[in-house]
T-cell receptor, first 118, second 113 residues
């Protein structure tokens, strides 16, 4: 149980285009989803937290107009990288949580999406 | 501001050895600490979660300890195998945070056959 999928697993796009990444919780309802970005040999960087039915909360320094997050349902969140630039190339990971309280919830992680912008 | 540090950044040991990975954090006000495994180009697998009230957790050949007052955690791997080769990440959930995890940069472990 508690499986999170991401699609696509790998995407290559041209500069200026937009790319959508999907994150799905397959066998549970995720009230909260998280989007992370990971640079080589670096820590995961939390980009934003989204709760179903409400606007995402972005971390400081993350452009909300560039990284559009939609948490459309309890099983699906999408991250759209708009007008992609080569510096947006990275590994993007989503995770899903099942509750609203911080002390007991566990985050389940997706397999990640490798984005390469040419 | 909570900061998480993992030392060493990389470690290579022969198969069969017992080893310890270290994680330190600057603020002891945490809900829990987790250890994760990440294989190259892959997502994260949660290995062990230690609540702030606990001292250790065990799963198979893995044992994680937590000393909250000193801001330290260790992940002990017994009888290492080549399949243990991966990057190991620790993350803490600060008290008062809304789910947020603060991550270390990881230790890349290579087990030589």
């Amino acid at each position: 149980g508690a499986v999170v999928s991401q699609h696509p697993s790998r995407v290559i796009c041209k500069s200026g285009t937009s790319v959508k990444i999907e994150c799905r919780s397959l066998d549970f309802q995720a009230t909260t989803m998280f989007w992370y970005r990971q640079f080589p040999k670096k820590s995961l960087m939390l980009m934003a937290t989204s709760n179903e039915g409400s606007k995402a909360t972005y971390e400081q320094g993350v452009e909300k107009d560039k990284f559009l997050i939609n948490h459309a349902s309890l099983t699906l969140s999408t991250l759209t990288v708009t007008s992609a630039h080569p510096e947006d190339s990275s590994f993007y990971i989503c995770s899903a949580g099942t509750g609203r309280g911080p002390s007991t919830d566990t985050q389940y992680f997706g397999p990640g999406t490798r984005l390469t912008v040419l | 501001k909570q900061e998480v540090t993992q030392i060493p950044a990389a470690l290579s040991v022969p198969e069969g050895e017992n080893l310890v990975l270290n994680c330190s954090f600057t603020d002891s006000a945490i809900y829990n600490l987790q250890w994760f495994r990440q294989d190259p180009g892959k997502g994260l697998t949660s290995l062990l979660l230690i609540q702030s009230s606990q001292r250790e957790q065990t799963s198979g050949r893995l044992n994680a300890s937590l000393d909250k007052s000193s801001g330290r955690s260790t992940l002990y791997i017994a009888a290492s195998q080549p399949g243990d080769s991966a990057t190991y990440l620790c993350a803490v959930r600060p008290e008062g945070s809304n789910y947020q995890l603060i991550w270390g940069a990881g230790t890349k472990l290579i087990i030589k056959p």
